[in-house]
Nanobody, 127 residues
């Protein structure tokens, strides 16, 4: 079954940390073209941290720079998002996504380019 499964969300106070994980099936995991996204009800989904250009480039949402770190363990087909110094504005559903394995991502992909999406994990940060 082609799938991505996120975990690690939860409720924390401002200033706290969480580490999200996304495990992919062998067909879904694309080690050079995956990323984390988030969405608040009523708002558009946005990039949080994205690997592209075969994993050589990383995009971070400006509000997360210096606080969030994306990493991966390809042997375990797992993508991580370490989130430190969390703020109430980080509250959202967090998703991981991957491009289809036969596609390349030399430029930062649009959200519509991602074929596989997980179901999401909720992150709630209280003040």
């Amino acid at each position: 079954q082609v799938q991505l499964v996120e975990s690690g969300g939860g409720s924390v106070q401002a200033g706290g940390s969480l580490r999200l994980s996304c495990v992919g099936s062998s067909d879904a995991y694309n080690d050079g073209c995956m990323g984390w996204f988030r969405q608040v009800p009523g708002s558009a989904r946005e990039r949080v941290a994205v690997r592209y250009y075969s994993g050589e480039q990383t995009y971070y949402h400006p509000s997360t720079k210096g606080r969030f770190t994306i990493s991966q363990d390809n042997a375990k087909r797992t993508l991580f998002l370490q989130m430190n110094s969390l703020e109430p504005e980080d509250t959202a559903m967090y998703y991981c996504a991957a491009l289809r394995r036969d596609r390349r991502c030399y430029l930062l992909p649009d959200l519509d380019d991602y074929t596989y999406w997980g179901r999401g994990t909720q992150v709630t940060v209280s003040s």
